[in-house]
């Protein structure tokens, strides 16, 4: 049996809890529109403190997940899991029940739509309220009621069950909880203002300040400088760190707080090592955190896909991309974004998991699809991608893999020029391919007798052909190119090279079910192909899905085994712990302990090694998943 207030009276409305304050919104636009004036207006003022503490924790969100700001200052060094992500979905329930409140409070109390914009009196009034009443409250209420066994089961229990605190674990928390917070922050306003010295500022000014500390007690970055605390020893008294509240969620016996430790002090409650541990973490960030052992340098498909990053939105990025409309007000500044990052960005991190102990992160060149398309941004390119990857080698970074287009043929050629140019590389340069392959190869029905291939002279299309034709398995191989083509069928053994067979024109295969797409294919082209085949494809972006009497296959890719840790981001438009065959393949090189570069082209002798490899370390085809 749920206990009672534990649940949000909204829960099972998902989306359409907004509309609560719907009604506030219609006041607002009929009074503008009609009457020509904002005659209620408490309510637009609500609506916008509603807005500004979205947007408090918002930033505060996007902040946290910077790691190329923010990695060497993390507290609880674990990722955050798709898991706590679900739970703290719905983070912002409090926003709508304290908004809901403060409109009872409007409607029962007229006169609070007359106060002024500032008064001082008030925020001495409201300070002094604060320390003296809603600081001691609150330790009382969570030491002594919430951390109480029936109470902390029941309701503070799911403020805990996040592992990692972050900026939305603050309002992650049950009803019943954000009522006592709401009897918490609603003290020193309501005094002020019962007293005769409330003030519109106070109000905006109290809320913002309540939220940006509990944010910053959750953020799980410190960002408190211990100097400060050394210069101003008191101070360490009246403002609490994000160090000092992770404490309280790590041993949950001390660090009681709400914001100021000094009642921690009082209450016999201050954990010992709070100060010690927040000079440690402070003094820190000026060195460099943990070597990862693997990196996967990804880079930008397009502009809208870019928003889909842990930093910008931590829900959007935890579910497989695809295009949003809320997106399109941001397209702009996303845009600027890409050009200064064209102009003055290196390659950053971007996210981070653990694998059997081994650290796994992604960095991203800041480069996006179209610019590798351009032949004066090619050289650019090849620089940033080169210096991540040296970059990787002087830290001890063991693997890096290279994503779809930094590892283009006619870019870098697979990687090779990496590793030619730095014969004295330490870091395994690792494209992918060899597993990309194998799972292209192993959709494949096992009945197969005929393929039409695209991209038939590219690494991977090679690689496919040869591989097929060892089966017996015939390939129509699309080129114009003769000399390309006698050049991989004289790869072949000789009594497979029958099985290869160069075609010039789409025609040549619409008697054939199963093609495998290496180069971007229109729709007019996939009307050759007959009814019921199905599109493999290798290429970047994915061909469109024109046919409905035909399927479509992902990009090639593989499901991370299960032991992983600290997975909360989609890459790209995959399943949730699904990456990219590339950065799959480089996930097995590292685990395997393989000490040869993967570059430039694919040995086929290796294709069943490496896909072994990843079946006895865990991975999975996506579609067996």
Known sequence: MVAPLSAWPWENLGIFKYLLVGPLAA??????????TIKDIWCLHVLLICALRG??????????????LTRNRRIIQQGVDFKQIDREWDWDNFIILQALLASMACLIFPSLDGLPLWNTKGIITLLLLHVAVSEPLYYWAHRFLLHESYLFINYHSLHHSSPVPHPFTAGHATFLEHLILCVVIGIPMAGSILMGYGSIAMVYGYVSTFDFLRCLGHSN?????????????????FLY???YHSLHHTEMETNFCLFMPLFDAVGNTLNRNSWQLHEKISLGSAKNGRVPDFVFLAHGVDITSSMHVPFVFRSFSSVPFSTRIFLLPFWPFAFTVMLAMWAWSKAFVLTFYNLRGYLHQTWIVPRFGFQYFLPFAMEGINKRIEEAILRADKIGVKVISLAALNKNEALNGGGTLFVEKHPELKVRVVHGNTLTAAVILNEIPKDAEEVFLTGATSKLGRAIALYLCRRRVRVLMLTLSTERFQKIQREAPVDCQNYLVQ????????HCKTWIVGKWITPREQSWAPSGTHFHQFVVPPILAFRRDCTYGDLAAMRLPEDVEGLGSC??????GVVHACHAGGVVHQLEGW??????????DRIDLVWEAAMKHGLKPVSSA
């Open 595 to 604: 000490t040869h570069h993967e570059v430039g082209a694919i040995d086929v």
């Open 55 to 68: 947007l408090i924790h918002q930033l505060w969100s996007s902040y946290s997940n910077m790691l190329f």
């Open 503 to 510: 075609v010039t024109k789409y025609q040549a295969a619409q």
């Open 221 to 237: 970055v410190e960002v408190v400088p211990h100097e400060i605390f050394n210069k101003l020893p008191l101070l360490r008294y």
């Open 571 to 576: 890459e790209y438009t995959m399943e949730r």
């Open 241 to 243: 760190t994000p160090t």
């Open 27 to 36: 006041k607002v636009v009929h009074s503008w529109i009609y009457e020509g």
